[in-house]
């Protein structure tokens, strides 16, 4: 029996590459395997330009891992979808009932999850050419606008959340603002909503502490303010 040689091998995987990558509604285990490896590559590909155009703020290493898994489960969201409308429908019908609570702090991180979420889809489709042209157009996009938060040394300690529950129509605002003024930089509302039954008011802010032993001293001071029912800061991981 002769043995293949080296052009036709090389032809054989080739050929495999390319059926990988094709419109197919109906996968082979080795055509699926070829795709989810690819979007964990491509993954992995979204989440380097997203630090190297963020920076390494430790804060956002949970963020990077989830920009990878979203690939990866597009990617495979998009292979059982295939062609077949019905499945679809259950998909969304199914995703439709966990609700995600969690607050994107930089609209540039949303911009981010869109991307990874389209690579994803991309490359369960078998557009294998999408990623690979997309890829570079998004690093110098990204390039060009890079991220404007100042460094830890400019802005204070770790990036905190504080979620503060005040009484509707009963906190002395002022005093609030000046607390967070006097002891943090870098303040921003992230999310503003109603609590007990709408007797009550929920405020969520990112802030840099301005110094390590400011943390403890902001909650006291927060709690003394006339109106304010509970106060929580928590460092973000």
């Not at 082979?28 to 993954?43: C, H, N, P, Q």
């Not at 679809?88 to 994107?104: H, K, N, P, Q, Y």
């Not at 129509?169 to 003024?181: F, I, R, Y």
Request: aromatic share 8%.
């Amino acid at each position: 029996m002769a043995r293949p040689t080296l052009l036709e091998l090389r032809s054989t995987v080739l050929d495999w590459l390319s059926n990988a990558f094709t419109g197919e509604a109906d996968l082979s285990l080795g055509v699926a395997t070829i795709r989810l490896v690819s979007a964990f590559a491509f993954g992995c590909a979204v989440a380097f330009i997203y630090r190297s155009t963020r920076g390494r703020d430790p804060s956002q290493g949970a963020f990077v891992a989830t920009l990878v898994l979203l690939t990866i489960l597009l990617c495979m969201t998009t292979i059982v979808i295939g062609n077949n409308v019905a499945r679809a429908f259950s998909i969304v019908g199914a995703l439709s009932i966990v609700r995600f609570r969690t607050v994107v702090e930089d609209t540039r991180d949303t911009a981010f999850v869109i991307f990874a979420v389209g690579v994803g889809m991309a490359v369960g489709a078998g557009y294998f050419m999408v990623p690979l042209i997309v890829l570079p157009i998004v690093t110098i996009a990204a390039s060009l606008y890079p991220h404007a938060r100042d460094k830890k040394g400019a802005m204070g300690t770790s990036l905190f959340t504080l979620t503060i529950r005040v009484g509707i129509g009963a906190t002395n605002q002022p005093k609030l603002e000046s607390a967070l003024q006097k002891f943090a930089s870098g303040v921003s509302l992230l999310t503003l909503e109603t609590a007990r039954g709408g007797a009550a008011l929920e405020r969520s802010y990112a802030l840099h502490l301005l110094s390590d032993g400011a943390a403890e001293i902001l909650v006291a001071e927060l709690n003394a303010i006339e109106g304010v029912q509970s106060v929580e800061l928590q460092r973000k991981v």
